[in-house]
């Protein structure tokens, strides 16, 4: 092998590459743009309707209730209620969105409740409907308000506690560190993101370099000239990781970015303090990428492989599309809640670096199995190259006909 | 020099099974000659071009070209060959001066003596003009002067050409043929593939008829004249290759 033939190719490479602008795209836009929009643009969207949703007040409806005032008249003195006139038609108004919920107050109400027989208040809404669903639980909250004013009344009036009926609270708190449970949240997510990008961003050159090489007739004037193959294909097989490379770390900076603000925006919208906490830490991304980056070489080598047997562009893509899916798959696997990283699954290719890069985000490191799935990723990406080596040194592959 | 040692080289095809497709050639082109292979399409001139500038591998014999075998030396053969066919194409996001200083490059010539020979080349073809411009963004003319300055740049004593002027307009062609003269005329050893004969008779001192793969002839185009009693080089082809050719359509 000779290092500077290797980086004559590399530079070469390197330079067409930045001058196409389908690179441009696939490699630095597409990854630093996606994110942002993604993210913000799904995540933002639900915060403004499920924010208009809860700031809106619901217009509801009473049905019955004549004989008992106490309770329309607590219900009228909320303002976050919108109490309309009844209407015989209000099923209807439900389903079509005219008005949010609907309270049916039992006849002779009032009565039962002054001798002490209890009845059911129907809070009627659409299901599925976020708006119809807030507007009930505005209904509800107001009909237990009125239930708790009647209940510290009534103990009053007996002298008795309010403790009586409360003798202890209850409250839940989280003990988790904000790294595992923003890692929690997103953990699986990045690893997925990174493992598919650095695919995604591989495709795109090992096609060009291979195939695209053949169809533009520059094959056979590289194959004259006195470099080796070997040093031809690993100049080549360099430039197709660094665009892998560029894409993961672009998408992930990227990625981590927005979810940097989407937690600073969050936890300033939730007064409480109690916000989302969106925050990676810095050690387990790197951890992410290291762990990502035999991963990367295999990916590359293995792309490069497959395009290299087609003839033309349009050819390597059809092969290379279903290698989206051998990845995807695994990748997906690594997400669904109860897979979890075991002895056997530590040596399956790409599920094994998913899982741990879910574990290491939620900060769990896990050596022993962290040192396998590395050393086997290893393995195989150097099994993948030799493969490429060897591919690029068979004629009927380079000037199938 | 070449020295073509019974070069066969054989494929494999799922459908048509094994294919001979250049099978024992031998000859020699020495240096300031230039070595003429006819033949029709498909006949094996270019699977044989191929082996010298060992882009294929024979599947028997070998060649000796500047004392590397083909087989054994295959990157020290490429480093004293220069090759040229309607094949090898230009990488389209390079300006022509990144194209010929990158085969430089992997010819392993140092900085100081790439430059020079890149401004000797871009001199002597009249390329200045063009020299930053991209080879995607080339004429034709333009397109076959980057890829002769490709094939010079590491000055190699012989070189190869497969059919150079093929689907070229008259203008580029005669440059493509002075540029071989040239070549001879500078002491390479040459050798080229055609089927105009005119280009033949204007070039060639030595020349082989192959067919289906076998070198059936051979000499100077005086000697084929005189040996077929004919002038027009075009009938002394169908005159060596016709009786095979007939046989071929009667056993068929």
Not at chain 2, 29 to 57: D, H, S
């Amino acid at each position: 092998m000779n290092l500077h033939a290797v980086g004559v190719v590399y530079r070469k490479e390197l330079t067409e590459w930045l001058r196409d602008r389908r690179t441009l795209i696939s490699t630095v836009l597409v990854p630093l743009l996606a994110f942002p929009l993604l993210i913000s643009g799904v995540i933002s969207l639900s915060a403004v309707l499920i924010g208009s949703a809860k700031k809106e007040v619901p217009k509801v409806m009473i049905i019955g209730g004549e004989d008992s005032p106490d309770v329309i008249a607590a219900l009228r003195a909320d303002k976050e209620l919108e109490v309309i006139p009844y209407a015989d038609d209000w099923k209807n108004q439900i389903s079509e969105k005219q008005i949010r919920a609907a309270v049916e107050i039992p006849p002779s109400f009032q009565t039962s409740l002054e001798h002490g027989t209890p009845k059911t208040v129907q809070i009627d809404y659409y299901e599925g409907e976020i708006k119809s669903g807030f507007g009930a639980e505005h209904v509800e909250k107001s009909l237990k308000a009125y239930r708790d004013d009647l209940v510290k009344k009534r103990l009053e009036a007996k002298s008795l506690p309010a403790s009586l009926i409360a003798p202890f609270d209850i409250k839940q708190e989280n003990v988790a560190p904000p790294e595992k449970v923003g890692g929690a949240s997103i953990g699986s997510f990045i690893g997925y993101m990174v493992i598919i990008l650095s695919m995604t961003g591989a495709m795109y050159p090992a096609i060009d370099l291979t195939a695209g090489e053949k169809e533009r007739g520059t094959m056979e004037t590289i194959l004259s000239s006195p470099i080796s193959r070997l040093d031809l294909v690993l100049g080549k097989f360099l430039l197709i990781f660094s665009a892998s490379l560029t894409t993961a770390i672009l998408s992930v900076t990227s990625m981590g970015l927005s979810f940097a603000y989407l937690g600073h925006s969050l936890s300033k919208a939730n007064a409480s303090g109690a916000g989302i906490q969106m925050n990676l830490g810095l050690m387990s991304v790197v951890a992410v990428f290291l762990m990502a980056l035999p991963l990367a070489v295999l990916f590359a080598a293995v792309l490069m492989t497959i395009a290299l047997f087609a003839k033309t562009y349009k050819e390597a893509q059809s092969y290379l599309t279903p290698m989206t899916f051998v990845v995807v798959i695994p990748a997906i696997a690594s997400i669904m809640p109860g897979v979890e990283l075991n002895p056997k699954l530590a040596l399956v290719p790409i599920l094994n670096t998913s899982l741990v890069c879910k574990e290491i985000i939620t900060g769990t490191y896990h050596w022993n199995s962290i040192i396998m799935i590395f050393a086997s990723t290893c393995v195989y990406a150097a099994a993948a190259i030799f493969l490429a080596v060897k591919t690029f040194q068979r004629e009927s592959v380079l000037f199938r006909s | 020099m070449i020295e073509a040692r019974g070069l066969s080289k054989r494929f494999h095809d799922k459908k048509r099974g094994e294919i001979r497709a250049v099978e024992n050639v031998s000859f020699s082109c020495k240096p300031g000659q230039i070595y003429g292979l006819l033949g029709a399409n498909g006949a094996g001139k270019t699977t044989t071009l191929r082996m010298l500038a060992t882009i294929l591998e024979p599947t028997e014999g070998t060649a000796v070209i500047c004392g590397y075998d083909v087989v054994d030396d295959p990157e020290k053969v490429r480093a004293n060959v220069g090759f040229l066919s309607t094949a090898t194409a230009l990488y389209p996001r390079l300006t022509a001066q990144e194209l010929v200083e990158y085969f430089g490059r992997l010819n392993g010539l140092d900085e100081a003596t790439l430059k020079s020979r890149v401004d000797d080349i871009f001199n002597r073809l009249d390329m200045n003009g063009f020299r930053d411009r991209r080879c995607d963004k080339l004429s034709t003319g333009m397109k076959q002067k980057t890829s002769i300055a490709r094939t010079l740049v590491h000055d190699p004593p012989v070189m190869v050409f497969d059919e150079p002027t093929t689907g070229l307009d008259v203008m580029t062609a005669r440059t493509i043929i002075g540029f071989i003269a040239d070549c001879r005329d500078r002491g390479k050893t040459v050798i080229f593939s055609t089927h105009i004969m005119s280009e033949v008779e204007r070039l060639c001192d030595h020349v082989g008829i192959i067919h289906d793969g076998k070198l059936l002839e051979e000499g100077t185009v005086p000697e084929l004249r005189t040996k077929y009693s004919e002038h027009n080089l075009e009938e002394i082809i169908v005159k060596v290759v016709g009786p095979l050719v007939n046989s071929e359509a009667i056993a068929s």
